[in-house]
């Protein structure tokens, strides 16, 4: 049974920062592309972050520079060091494992960590 349980999220100051953990179980971590996604109050689910096995990340324009993606295979974990966050990062955000096999493409989520900018 593939389980991905983040942690991490809670309530922040404007500029604070915070780093959310996504522990992955039930897959072979190394195969799949690790992301994080964030749905705010009443808005779509967006992108905010990829790093694929070999280590290449990619970021949504909106968090360029202030986030960063970061993957621990011997853990099976996947990280998102959030820096000078805003009241606008306010979100759920979720963990998502993806890949591309034999079987077809599997996708997989989290069930996702409330973080709060606020003062």
């Known amino acids: 049974q593939v389980q991905l349980v983040e942690s991490g999220g809670g309530l922040v100051q404007p500029g604070g920062s915070l780093r959310l953990s996504c522990a992955a179980s039930g897959i072979i971590f190394s195969d799949y592309r690790m992301a994080w996604y964030r749905q705010a109050p009443g808005k779509q689910r967006e992108f905010v972050a990829r790093i694929i096995s070999g280590g290449s990340t990619y970021y949504a324009d909106s968090v360029k520079g202030r986030f960063t993606i970061s993957r621990d295979n011997a853990k099976n974990t996947v990280y998102l060091q959030m820096n000078s966050l805003k009241p606008e990062d306010t979100a759920v955000y979720y963990c998502?494992?993806?890949?591309?096999?034999?079987?077809?493409?599997?996708?997989?989520w989290g069930k996702g960590t409330l973080v709060t900018v606020s003062s």
């Open positions: 998502n494992a993806d890949t591309q096999n034999r079987s077809g493409f599997m996708t997989y």
